[in-house]
């Protein structure tokens, strides 16, 4: 299973994908409202959760490459929170690019793709997004791709008083 857009493929995760994927989770600029930078041994292991979702929920994150040269540029999709919130469950829209990759519509085209599939090939009713209040480009993004502003919440996997624990909820019906 893979999408196309004009400039993009979304596909399944590869093992060459590892390196070029460790490299954009370990660069402080990509990874500034994240918990930390990932290892090379934390980012192979996300490559094998994200695999093992698409054998459990059918669709996970799927790996962006580009046409035109098959560069891995990153990851985007839907995915299943594992966490419980006054809105799960449900389904999230993410995305994370490497930097040389921002400012050229990338996100927006994948995310408009992703958005198609979840609610015609999945037939969901719903996708939500969230991200820290600071993380202007991702918001930027959600407005971009139709999403509306719900409100705040703190997110359940960061401990209370963390800097990155609250968090605004975007969605899409
Ligand atoms: C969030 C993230 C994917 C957004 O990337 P982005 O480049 O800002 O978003 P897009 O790919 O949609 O590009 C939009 C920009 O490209 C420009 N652009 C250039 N060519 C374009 C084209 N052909 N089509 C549309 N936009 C284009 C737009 O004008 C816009 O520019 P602006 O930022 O000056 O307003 C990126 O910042 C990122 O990976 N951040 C780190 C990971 C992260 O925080 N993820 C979210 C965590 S919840």
């Known amino acids: ?11 399944e995760w590869k093992e060459a994908d590892k390196e070029p ?13 994240m918990p930390k930078l990932l290892s090379k041994e934390e980012s192979d292991r996300l490559v094998e959760r ?5 054998k459990e929920d059918g669709y996970s994150f799927w790996a962006v490459e580009l046409i035109e040269n098959e560069t891995l540029i990153g990851l985007m999709g839907l995915s299943i929170p ?10 999230e829209i993410g995305w994370r690019l490497a930097y040389d990759y921002w400012g050229k519509g990338y996100a927006t085209e994948g995310a408009k793709a992703s958005l198609n599939y979840g609610f015609h ?14 993380n ?3 918001r930027r993004v959600m407005e971009r791709i139709g999403m509306h502003y719900v409100g705040e919440f703190n997110h359940p996997l960061l401990p ?9 909820l975007y969605k899409i019906n």
Not at 121 to 134: A, D, M, W, Y
Request: positive net charge; aromatic residues 12%; contains cysteine.
């Open 21 to 33: 994927f460790f490299e954009l989770n370990s660069d402080p600029r990509v990874m500034e409202f």
């Open 160 to 168: 209370k008083t963390h800097p990155l624990e609250k968090h605004v």
């Open 82 to 91: 594992k966490f419980d919130s006054f809105f799960t469950p449900c389904v």
């Open 121 to 134: 090939e999945l037939g969901l009713s719903e996708i939500v997004s969230f991200t820290v209040p600071q």
């Open 136 to 138: 202007i480009r991702s």
């Open 1 to 11: 299973m893979k999408i196309l857009t004009a400039r993009l493929k979304l596909r």
């Open 50 to 54: 994200i695999q093992a979702r698409f």
